[in-house]
């Protein structure tokens, strides 16, 4: 028993230990950037959504339909692969050398894109739950748009926007995992080939598990204290 514990701890931490630990901060950097490139494209298309011109706002609409309806995997796919295509189709008419698409660039902009669409629905419905008096009391006061936004809207939005911002980020950590099918290197893949390596499948899937697990519980506690800083304002429930 203790021999196999000891080749067990061997095998994870001392061999794989700092290429799992790589993997890890490689999937919170992906996961962090394309959090925030989504937070970004989907607060501009709920905007567009709101109160855009009609031609906006069927784009908008089109692309949260489209995104939300196709299969994650198969989005990463199409815009990893034809995106890079279009990108040295386009260098090529230039008259550019071909262009390597840059593969953690690449994982944020898919994930960010893909997480936009959703986003923009839950922002959406936080901006919507505000009363609407508060904004014409914004108004009234003489504030413009862009200080209505910032001191009546986005602080109103957020307690009801921050549950879904929460699951959509605990969402994004485990979509993270879908870029390996591209060749990106993030703690998923690096645990497949420790996997294989080692032929300790059920040790490392393990591991890796109790790690997703340790993101998740972190990310919850991180998200309750900006919820309680959020509504210490609200009445309590």
Request: hydrophobic residues 55%; proline residues 3%.
């Amino acid at each position: 028993m203790l021999d196999a514990l000891q080749q067990a701890y061997d095998a994870v931490v001392r061999d794989w230990g700092p290429a799992l630990l790589q993997g890890a901060v490689v999937t919170l950097e992906i996961s962090l950037g394309a959090f925030a490139l989504g937070l970004l494209i989907g607060m501009a298309t709920a905007l567009v959504k709101l109160g855009g011109h009609p031609l906006l706002k069927r784009l908008a609409n089109a692309y949260t339909s489209v995104y939300r309806s196709l299969p994650e995997l198969l989005l990463i796919l199409l815009l990893y692969y034809a995106g890079g295509d279009a990108i040295n189709a386009l260098a090529a008419l230039l008259g550019q050398p071909q262009v390597e698409v840059n593969g953690f660039a690449a994982a944020i902009v898919v994930l960010g894109i893909v997480q936009g669409a959703y986003a923009a629905e839950i922002m959406r419905g936080a901006v919507q739950a505000i009363p609407h008096g508060h904004i014409e009391a914004a108004r009234a006061f003489g504030c413009g748009r862009w200080l209505t936004a910032r001191r009546v809207i986005l602080p109103e939005m957020m307690p009801y926007a921050l549950a879904g911002l929460a699951n959509l980020w605990l969402v994004l950590i485990k979509d993270s995992a879908l870029i390996s099918v591209v060749g990106y290197s993030e703690l998923l893949f690096t645990t497949k080939q420790a996997a294989g390596s080692t032929r300790q499948y059920l040790l490392f899937y393990l591991t890796v598990a109790a790690i997703y697990l340790l993101m998740t519980l972190l990310s919850n506690a991180g998200f309750s204290l900006i919820e309680r800083r959020f509504r210490r304002w609200q009445p309590a429930l």
